[in-house]
């Protein structure tokens, strides 16, 4: 794979690196302060001060599992792709790879909390033969790690693989199922009702993310009835603004902290 171009962040770096026959895809590097990580106990996960800790301390690596992607959300600058195609788990095992010899000094297994996000581009439950290989070769290598797999709930999905150290976040979005299909317009996906009846062995809750494009996409009365707080976790996130949001009129969303400086 090779590496055409970055962007620096103060506690990270976003790569676009390109396959060997010149897909593109995209992979971050980004480090936090471990106390970032007690969301549940804080209610919140921004930063609360200058100290931005270093990658002894939370590593993260987002990786993609595909290059495009065939889902188009409405806010995902991936849509802007002409063309997708699934990983192999020797590409999506490569990524890690580039971003842990970028920091040698930085042993990733020795971080407090080393932790690899499947949140880049695609949808890793359409590429899942590939994705769960890659699962085990990272662990073979990086043994402990945190795989943390992003979907926006594929019909049919396999769940009973995610359990232990791999944990599951279902993209969520609006609690209008209409506005989610607007959303996220990929038809063969999982209602809100069976995203709500999702069960893991995973040592954590399963995350509910919502993007929030408005305040009429939050339902509280809705969200109690479906996510039972024993089993799930909710994420309020930012847009990350980009011409693709943007050209679907999306704003900024309502949630305004980010945690890359
Ligand atoms: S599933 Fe993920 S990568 Fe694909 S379009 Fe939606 S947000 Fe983007």
């Given at each position: ?29 980004t ?24 990658r002894?301390e939370r590593y ?25 195609r ?25 971080a ?17 033969d590939n994705?769960?290989r ?10 402990g ?33 209409e ?22 062995q ?5 995350t ?23 089993y ?23 949630i ?6």
């Amino acid at each position: 794979m090779k590496e055409i171009n970055k962007r620096l962040f103060t506690n990270g770096a976003v790569y676009v690196l390109y396959t060997e026959d010149n897909y593109p895809i995209e992979v971050t590097d980004t480090f936090l302060p471990y106390y970032t990580k007690d969301a549940i106990e804080k209610k919140q996960n921004m930063l609360t001060s200058y100290d931005i800790g270093n990658r002894g301390e939370r590593y993260l690596i987002g990786i993609s599992c595909m290059s495009g992607c065939p889902v188009k959300c409405k806010f995902c600058a991936t849509g802007k792709l002409k063309k997708w195609r699934n990983l192999t788990a020797e590409e999506i095992v490569e990524q890690v790879k580039f971003i842990t010899q970028k920091n040698v000094e930085f042993p990733f297994t020795e971080a407090k909390e080393h932790k690899i996000n499947y949140t880049r581009m695609g949808e890793p439950f359409l590429n899942i033969d590939n994705v769960r290989r890659a699962v085990e070769k990272v662990e073979f290598v990086y043994p402990g790690t945190h795989h943390y797999i992003s979907t926006v709930g594929i019909k049919g999905s396999d769940f009973s693989w995610i359990k232990e150290n791999i944990t599951l976040q279902v993209s969520l979005h609006s609690l209008d199922e209409e506005r989610r299909n607007e959303l996220i317009p990929y038809p063969n996906k999982m209602t809100i009702e069976e995203l709500g009846q999702i069960r893991t062995q995973s040592n954590l809750k399963t995350t509910v993310n919502l993007t929030l494009v408005d305040e009429a996409d939050f339902d509280i009365e809705k969200l109690k009835k479906y996510f039972d707080p024993k089993y799930f976790f909710i994420k309020l996130s930012p847009i990350n603004v980009n011409d693709i949001s943007e050209k679907n009129g999306l704003g900024k969303g309502i949630i305004e902290g980010v945690n890359l400086v």
